[in-house]
């Protein structure tokens, strides 16, 4: 017996149907959230959010307060700082928000729409490129100071790490919006019949999933790394 709410009678012909009925008790590892995973979800992910924003708002409150530590290093770093905090933000709590609503673990019903899916993936995206950007600046950095250092003296300046630090959040939008939005993103609802088993007498029937082209963020993130080959 499924979870009361959305039951096989919320199904329709238009829906996305699996038949579980043939599975055994111990399927359902794959299919609900086990032990291991509700502990990551409900325990870990949010200290973990807890003390990254903690210390990214400490150390933004530090440099926004003392005007000595407005280095061009700490310029980078207190931008990573934003971008870290935001993606954490997102991130973790998408995953909790989506582990509070339900039992299964590619529900996404609560997002409703494609352009729900499609914000909340992107912007994702766009924090996660921001903060390899800003990482490659930080270590470009030290690497002339050490390195090159007359070459770094010359160049070092605050409008020139104001324009690379623009130039690598507007890259990360694009990276994160323009290159996902053109792939598009999809949302259905997903019909489920489940055995009459235990383990799924909290189960919804009806659960929304999110699918679209996922595979680029792997080939996207390496793209900066490189140019510190050359």
Known sequence: MAKAGRNLSYCTPDMIYFNLTFTSPEDSQYIL?????????????????????????????????????RTVT???????????????????????????????????????SALWCE????????????????????????????????????LRGRSRTVRLTTTSW???VLFGYGFSIPYFMYFDYVCLEFPDYPEYADSYNVIGVCYGDFYRRSLMASVPYLSLWQ
């Open 170 to 172: 507007l890259v990360a």
């Open 74 to 112: 700490n310029i980078y770093l207190a931008n990573l700082a934003i971008s870290d905090t935001c993606f954490l933000c997102m991130a973790i709590l998408e995953k909790v928000g989506r582990f509070t609503a339900s039992n299964i673990k590619v529900d996404q019903y609560g997002f409703g």
């Open 119 to 154: 914000v909340i993936q992107c912007s994702v995206e766009c924090f996660f490129y921001a903060s390899i950007f800003l990482v490659l600046l930080v270590t470009m950095e030290k690497y002339y100071a050490i390195c090159r250092p007359v070459q770094h003296r010359l």
């Open 33 to 69: 959230y086990t032990q291991t995973e509700e502990i990551l979800i409900a325990v870990i992910l949010p200290i973990l959010l807890i003390i990254g924003v903690s210390l990214n708002s400490s150390f933004l409150f530090v440099f926004a307060r003392i005007q000595r530590m």
